[in-house]
């Protein structure tokens, strides 16, 4: 049984920086594409990076956050994470990791599994 728990989210001055934490359990190889999505009022949800847990060099990002955004995992601590560097407002939303056996994607129809979110607002 997959869980899937996001913290770290927060108000953020623009040009600040947050990490978000993505605590995750049962995680098998079946489902080992782990990847961060966001979803701001009245838009569709949108992926922004992606990695595969048991696999080295995976690790993938939408181009419209590479050179902002960074996805790590340590799986020591069963955590995945997503460091964001300067925030601009338009980062607002709500913020979820997933997990799904799909691929090498960003396609919301390829993660199974959903944590609640956490939410990022930039002013």
């Known amino acids: 049984h997959v869980q899937l728990v996001e913290s770290g989210g927060g108000s953020v001055q623009a040009g600040g920086s947050l990490r978000l934490s993505c605590a995750f359990a049962?995680?098998?190889?079946?489902?080992?594409?782990m990847g961060w999505f966001r979803q701001a009022p009245g838009k569709e949800r949108e992926g922004l990076a992606y990695?595969?847990?048991?696999?080295?060099?995976?690790?993938s990002h939408e181009d419209s956050v590479v050179d902002r955004f960074t996805i790590s995992v340590d799986n020591a601590e069963n955590t995945l994470y997503l460091q964001m560097n300067s925030l601009k407002p338009e980062d607002t939303a709500m913020y979820y990791c997933?997990?799904?056996?799909?691929?090498?994607?960003?396609?919301?129809?390829?993660?199974?599994?959903w944590g609640q979110g956490t939410q990022v607002t930039v002013s």
């Open positions: 997933a997990s799904g056996g799909g691929g090498s994607c960003l396609s919301v129809d390829e993660y199974n599994y």
């Open positions: 990695l595969n847990i048991y696999a080295s060099n995976t690790v």
């Open positions: 049962g995680v098998t190889r079946s489902n080992g594409w």
